[in-house]
């Protein structure tokens, strides 16, 4: 084999080698574009994830936020229907107070007969109690009343229990007077009486408030009921 020979051979060898390398660099740079294109969407799938994540977060702390805001409207309204109803029920039991004052006025009691009521709040006062001696306390403008209708009430107690008739001492400290404008903090007492055992271990309060307050109280559901049956509270 002459040099010319051996020269096309070795150019041969070149031409092959290098086509070799060419398609193992083509492959290599396909195979290494495959691998980033793959690498660059797991990435963009990975950020979409986050975002995804992250705004479903901030809108259940929306939602969140709505919720409590949205109670606490609806609490605050709840709280000021409440206030409302109690408002005018106490209106009720204020005029209604003073609708009781009326009944123990000196120019009302003989049209509400006073003196016939004190007498059936001593003999109930007494029934509670059932002592043979007893304390009364009324107040100052009442006393006459009181003395004038003590025996009947006395008479009266003793015929519905067949016993004999009890003592009754009308205390000298007197109970409130009737509610002043000029003082409206002060203690007042719109009539009636209070009746205690000697020993002061048993009191019966038979005033006209105090009849009142268990009235009111008693019939409080009713009175609700008829007011506010057609308002809905959250």
């Not at 051979?9 to 980033?36: D, G, L, T």
């Not at 605050?76 to 003073?98: F, G, H, N, P, W």
């Not at 403008?141 to 001492?169: F, G, M, N, Q, W």
Request: glycine fraction near 2%.
């Amino acid at each position: 084999m002459n040099d010319s020979d051996v020269s096309k051979q070795i150019q041969q060898m070149v031409r092959f080698i290098r086509q070799e390398a060419e398609e193992k660099a083509n492959e290599i740079s396909v195979s290494a574009e495959e691998e980033f294109n793959i690498e660059k969407l797991q990435l963009v799938e990975a950020e979409k994830k986050k975002i995804k994540q992250e705004y479903e977060r901030k809108q259940k702390q929306v939602e969140v936020r709505k919720k409590i805001e949205y109670s606490m409207q609806l609490n605050a309204s709840r709280i000021k229907v409440l206030q409302a109803q109690d408002d005018l029920v106490s209106s009720m039991r204020e005029a209604t107070s003073k609708d009781l004052l009326n009944v123990s006025h000196q120019k009302f009691q003989h049209h509400h007969n006073y003196e016939g009521l004190l007498k059936s709040l001593i003999v109930q006062g007494l029934l509670r109690l059932k002592e043979p001696s007893v304390l009364l306390r009324c107040r100052k403008e009442d006393v006459h009343i009181v003395h004038s209708v003590l025996e009947a009430a006395k008479a009266e107690y003793a015929k519905r229990t067949h016993v004999h008739e009890p003592e009754i001492i009308v205390d000298s400290i007197h109970l409130p007077p009737a509610p002043s404008h000029h003082d409206p903090h002060a203690l007042s007492c719109s009539g009636g009486v209070v009746l205690a055992s000697r020993d002061g271990k048993i009191v019966f309060e038979n005033t006209l408030d105090a009849r009142l307050d268990v009235v009111f109280r008693g019939k409080l559901p009713e009175i609700r009921k008829l007011l506010f049956s057609q308002v809905a509270v959250a």
